[in-house]
């Protein structure tokens, strides 16, 4: 993942948009591009794969920039939240339900 | 990136729910995440940083899921986005401001 | 309110279009709207007050479509949903601050 | 509607919120509202319909206060909306297809 973080960054630098990446932004960046993806789905399920690929990979990209723009490694958050989603969906309760974990039995 | 997409694809199996996964209820959840993101900033910039840090997971978890369910490398298509990208925003037009591709001069 | 809802409803009858109207695509077609709404503040606070004025209306109209599906009231429920909050934010604690209810003291 | 927008000033006024509903807030809340709303439909459609017309609810709620904000009557904005959608959308051409006027032939 550290390669294609460092050519985020770079294309970042380079279009000198650093300045604009604030957090801030950026929450607001990918609920925008989350908006595109579900416009995809927007009236029944006939999706056109290109597109939802496309606008997927905005989504990951803001994502990306979020930990650039906050100094985190993205591997590390997401192996935090997946150990946090284990022990809210233990497999034993979780399994084959998509049953909410607040609501689980 | 290969190892995390893996690690999310056996917490996915154990739980067997890769029957919810369809692409149509992986954008809905990416929505909704990162509504729950934009949240960490609605009425002021004073973000908790571990809390903003949660939900893009939760946001790059559910990108990752979706690149599963379709059967393709985030690395890919992350990269063929951007080379869309930096066409659309080319460095001598793009840089240092934050205008629209359509608008850009 | 009545005489809006009525000409929506006689707007989708027209098209034939309460068949595409369930309650799930509204939720969807709420969501995109506001994403497009959200795009007109994405990197700064320069918004083009027309276009923000449309997007608003498509909120807001898909909104009462979702009412309309529904077959409630829309005054009925934003008057119970504000009866609601009045008791989560009640004067005396929530004046002059933009706390959420659970974290109000 | 007049009276409910009234109402719903009262109840901000009373709270002194109004320093907080900047148009750029407003976008962020409806943005999360209704992601809160899609969450209803999340992995399914049996959704709960009294939580989902709370969630419509918030979703009106802060498109009548972004009205407020801006000053605009909610339904002078909707039915200004609603002229420009139907000639995106003529009867004949939109009738019982779901299709983006965009690509309506």
Partial sequence: MEK???DIKEF???RDW???????CLAKSIS?????LLECFQWNNNYDKEHV???VAD???YGLQMCIALDVDPETIIRLKMEKNAKKYPVDKAKGVSTKYSELK
């Fill in 53 to 55: 690929l496309e606008e």
């Fill in 59 to 61: 989504v990951l990209i």
């Fill in 18 to 24: 650093r300045q604009f990446h604030t957090p801030d």
């Fill in 32 to 36: 925008i591009e989350a908006g595109e």
């Fill in 4 to 6: 294609i973080v460092n």
């Fill in 12 to 14: 970042i630098e380079e």
